[in-house]
């Protein structure tokens, strides 16, 4: 079994910053893409920003030269650093990772139960 839990959300003043972090445990034999996710209220569920294993990036227009993400492989773990933050940003952020739980399985998506994130004006 894999569980990805998140860390680090919580309430802000709009310009602040917070680091999100994400770590993947149980039966993991290998990761491929790992990456964030975020769902306003009344509003699908979107793209924020993956990394795949070689550590290429990408990331949604809108916070692009804002957020960075980075991982660290020796942890299973994916960070989400999220500077000068806006209103609009606030959301539940969800972990997703490419999970290959052992060495002929495909990989899988998991996702984590999320962290809310409140930017105040």
């Known amino acids: 079994q894999v569980q990805l839990v998140e860390s680090g959300g919580g309430l802000v003043q709009a310009g602040e910053s917070l680091r999100l972090s994400c770590a993947a445990s149980g039966r993991i034999f290998s990761i491929n893409a790992m990456g964030w996710y975020r769902q306003a209220p009344g509003k699908q569920r979107e793209l924020v920003a993956d990394i795949n294993s070689g550590s290429a990036t990408n990331y949604a227009d809108s916070v692009k030269g804002r957020f960075t993400i980075s991982r660290d492989n020796a942890k299973n773990t994916v960070y989400l650093q999220m500077n000068s933050l806006k209103p609009e940003y606030t959301a539940v952020y969800y972990c997703?990772?490419?999970?290959?739980?052992?060495?002929?399985?495909?990989?899988?998506?998991?996702w984590g139960k999320g962290t809310l994130v409140t930017v105040s004006s």
């Open positions: 997703n990772a490419q999970i290959r739980t052992f060495p002929m399985v495909p990989h899988s998506a998991y």
